[in-house]
């Protein structure tokens, strides 16, 4: 219980982060996301220093809008992988087994419906707007966060059933097939030593009239 209170904590925490950046003015905000294309600047553009500074500042403001919609993305995206774990282990134990589907549902659900609320709650802060568009990017980043705790969950922390029962059905059938070869494969050698006269020992190797093997083992050269 005391994990799961952590993460409703940590989860309330980063919800009243997204609200604040949300409370901003567009001035203030719009202010930030150009410190971070001047930021963008000047870590991956090589001639970026060596720009006047009002090409340093075209080039931010050209790269503002894509900025913007990675920030929402990135936000929601954190937000799913807090809601997600919260979600599959609150109310229970190791000894229960919830209905997982249902619970990640359900926090898909919240998040969609803050994504919706932050939007709504823009209205309200000077120079900004809600919008429709801004509320399905905040939900794509969401399902990815949420998309990502799940894979981590089958693939690192439990065994995913799928791959286990695809994996022991191919196994099976392998073994099948390989057992139904080596039979085959020794009736035949039992065939022909038959016409020749020859014997066979154990595993269908053919043995002389002497009870050796006809099959030596040379020493490598």
């Known amino acids: 219980m005391k994990k799961q209170t952590v993460l409703l904590v940590f989860t309330l925490l980063w919800m009243a982060v997204i609200f604040g950046f ?8 719009a202010d930030m996301s150009l410190s971070v294309g001047r930021w963008i600047g000047q870590a991956f553009v090589p001639a970026y220093d060596g720009w006047d500074e009002g090409k340093q500042e075209a080039f931010a403001e050209k790269i503002d809008h894509p900025v913007r ?4 993305a990135s936000e929601y995206a954190v937000l799913g992988m807090l809601l997600a774990p919260l979600f599959l282990t609150w109310g229970t ?15 898909a659900g919240t998040g969609i419906l803050y994504a919706a609320s932050d939007e709504f709650h823009q209205l309200f802060v000077p120079g900004r707007s809600g919008q429709i568009t801004d509320v399905l990017i905040d939900s794509g980043g969401l399902l990815a966060g949420i998309l990502l705790v799940v894979l981590i ?6 065994k995913p059933p799928f791959l ?4 022991s059905v191919g196994g099976i059938h ?8 080596g039979n085959v494969f020794r ?5 022909e030593h038959e016409k020749s006269g020859l ?10 009239r002497t009870g050796c093997s006809k099959f030596r083992r040379f020493p490598a050269v």
């Open 22 to 29: 949300s409370a901003k003015p567009a001035e203030e905000s």
């Open 69 to 72: 919609k990675c920030a929402h």
């Open 93 to 107: 134990d190791k000894n229960q087994n919830p209905a997982q589907g249902k619970r990640i549902l359900a926090a």
């Open 153 to 158: 969950k089958s693939f690192y922390i439990n």
């Open 164 to 167: 286990t029962n695809v994996l």
């Open 174 to 181: 392998a073994t099948i097939t390989m057992t139904k070869a």
């Open 187 to 191: 009736k035949l050698l039992g065939g």
């Open 199 to 208: 014997g066979t020992v154990r595993g269908g190797y053919p043995k002389d």
